[in-house]
């Protein structure tokens, strides 16, 4: 557990500096190549759950510190070892024990050790109180930036506490199924021959009972399912896309709504672009795990359409923008510790100038669909409105599905948070 402990360390220490929770953990991977899946899994669960509980965690550390520890890493041992005392299964002796084990690799200061020690048992003597006293602290009761919350109650005054506590459930594992090479009813026999237990969500939508790791799911490697989030897979049927339509997604990689719109439809004209090489990589791995090979791809940015744009108009424009990804902290818990309150700010600015720039490459009566996976208006509503009131030849359609309102899907336990508003050239 010593080395899980420090190996989970340095991935929260390196979100706090400023990084992303995957790609420290795929380093972390690579370095540490000889780790079992086990161990990746247990460091996984630590580095996540601490971030998800961060809030908490931090506010008890503060009742039990006089000051701060001098240490980062000392603080954040001492956070994921709160985490697995509050949410693991592990005896709670052998979690002390390894955190003192764990101090003393990293420093060789023998009041470092005592410190670890007397805090975890305090905290163990104490947990009622300790949890009690900071039930007044919103920050420690959600595990959110105080901004974030005072944001959302803002935004939402009736949904707000349901949205944040939205982002910290354990996330679903959904499926899409490849509707060109399967179908629900059979690919969920073919689950259920495996053990594997399924609810079917709509459309082309299983959430499975529990998750499982993709090499288990029948025929993934041959395509004949994608994991995507089910409001994910709200936006390729909103296109409303019919064979021999030229379309683009604009956002593409790694290519799970572009995909979809190939799986939906035969006979497309799909150009995907997306402006990072590495990203659009791994959209060409999941383009032929699918067996999809009539596509165009274009390395190029969609601010900038110069660029890259031959001139001919497309039928259907999927603008899924960059944006702050607040509808989907459940999958990335970093994100609400990495975010500050100007992002929001920023990615407007680069949302707005995607969607001015993609406007003149629609055909008329064509369909652009903006979509984002953030619940802050800012990147949403805001962003739309003000394009139709400069836009004459814009209007909005309708999204109509019973959880969309106002463009805005918010996250549940079926599905993330997303937005999407159909604007069509008149
Ligand atoms: C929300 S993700 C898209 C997810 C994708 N549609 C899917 O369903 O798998 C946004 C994408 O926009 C890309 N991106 C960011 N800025 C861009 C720009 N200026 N032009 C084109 N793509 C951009 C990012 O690399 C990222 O892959």
Redesign the pocket.
């Known amino acids: 557990m010593i080395e899980i402990q420090l190996l989970a360390i340095q991935a929260i220490g390196e979100v706090f500096a400023g990084a992303n929770l995957n790609e420290v953990l795929r380093n972390i991977w690579q370095i540490n190549s000889r780790l079992t899946p086990q161990q990746r899994g247990a460091i996984q669960d630590i580095a996540y759950g601490t971030l998800r509980h961060y809030g908490q965690l931090d506010a008890i550390l503060h009742q039990l510190l006089n000051k701060p520890a001098q240490d980062k890493s000392l603080h954040y041992l001492l956070a994921i070892a709160l985490y697995q005392l509050c949410y693991s299964k592990a005896p709670a002796h052998a979690i002390v024990d390894h955190a003192v084990s764990s101090s003393r690799k990293i420093t060789r200061n023998p009041a470092a050790s005592g410190l670890i020690n007397a805090v975890l048992r305090n905290f163990m003597r104490q947990r009622t109180l300790l949890l009690d006293q900071i039930k007044s602290n919103e920050v420690a009761r959600y595990s959110y930036p105080q901004w974030w919350i005072d944001k959302l109650r803002q935004q939402y005054p009736q949904d707000y506490k349901a949205i944040l506590l939205a982002g910290n459930e354990h996330p679903a594992m959904i499926l899409r199924i490849n509707s060109l090479r399967t179908s629900v009813n059979h690919y969920q026999a073919m689950l259920d021959a495996q053990g594997i237990g399924s609810e079917w969500l709509g459309g082309s939508a299983l959430q499975l009972i529990r998750p499982v790791s993709v090499e288990k799911l029948p025929g993934f490697s041959e395509g004949l399912v994608t994991v995507q989030d089910a409001g ?1 897979q709200f ?1 390729a049927p909103l296109l409303d896309v019919k064979a021999g339509m030229r379309v683009l ?10 995909t979809h719109l190939a799986e939906l439809t035969e006979n497309i004209k799909l150009t995907v ?4 090489e590495d ?1 659009l990589t791994r959209l060409t791995e999941n383009f032929s795990r699918l067996q999809i090979t009539d596509y165009q791809l274009i390395c ?4 900038n359409p110069s660029q890259w744009w031959n001139g001919q108009l497309y039928d259907r424009i ?1 603008a ?4 702050s990804a607040s509808g989907v902290v459940n999958r990335h818990p970093d994100i609400k510790w990495l975010r500050r309150p100007g992002d929001t700010d920023n990615f407007a600015q ?1 949302q707005t100038t ?1 969607l001015n720039e993609l406007w003149p490459l629609l055909r008329h009566g064509g369909k652009l669909l903006y979509a ?2 953030s619940v802050f208006n800012e990147e949403n509503n805001l962003i739309t409105e003000k394009f139709l009131s400069i836009h004459q030849d814009a209007s909005r359609l309708p999204c109509s599905h019973e959880e969309i309102n106002n463009g805005q899907l918010l996250p549940g336990p079926h599905h993330d948070g997303f937005f999407y508003a159909l604007l069509q050239k008149n």
């Open positions: 994910a936006a997604d604009a956002c593409a990689a790694p290519g799970g709504k572009s672009l997306d402006k990072y990203r190029g940015d969609a601010m999927l899924d923008v960059p944006c680069i995607i984002t996976c």
